[in-house]
Nanobody
Framework: QVQLVESGGGLVQAGGSLRVSCTASGRTFSTLAMGWFHQVPGKERESVAAISRSGGSTLYADSVKGRFTISRDNAKNTVYLQMNSLKPEDTAVYYC?????????????????WGQGTQVTVSS
């Protein structure tokens, strides 16, 4: 079983930056591809970014390309999402997810484990 714990959410003004982190336990981190998703009330959970287990391959939603960066530190069992130039529409609960595969994926149904989520609020 894999446990994922997110941290780093909060309130930030539009145009600002925030970094959220997700630390995994229960399995060798380098065997997991990771993803970040976000969700607002009444809508489906959507992919934001994903990264392969080596960190060599990444995917981004069009809405965040050029603003967000996903990265990982396998020695620290942690995946990060650096969010720059934040917009009010980025406001959501951000979830970390892990899948037992090598490659990244934007498909939430392909992820095996989920964190509890962390709220990110961007004020205008």
């Amino acid at each position: 079983q894999v446990q994922l714990v997110e941290s780093g959410g909060g309130l930030v003004q539009a145009g600002g930056s925030l970094r959220v982190s997700c630390t995994a336990s229960g399995r060798t981190f380098s065997t997991l591809a990771m993803g970040w998703f976000h969700q607002v009330p009444g809508k489906e959970r959507e992919s934001v970014a994903a990264i392969s287990r080596s960190g060599g391959s990444t995917l981004y939603a069009d809405s965040v390309k050029g603003r967000f960066t996903i990265s990982r530190d396998n020695a620290k069992n942690t995946v990060y999402l650096q969010m720059n130039s934040l917009k009010p529409e980025d406001t959501a609960v951000y979830y970390c997810a892990a899948r037992l595969s090598s490659g990244p994926s934007v498909n939430r149904h392909l992820y095996n484990y989920w964190g509890q989520g962390t709220q990110v609020t961007v004020s205008s």
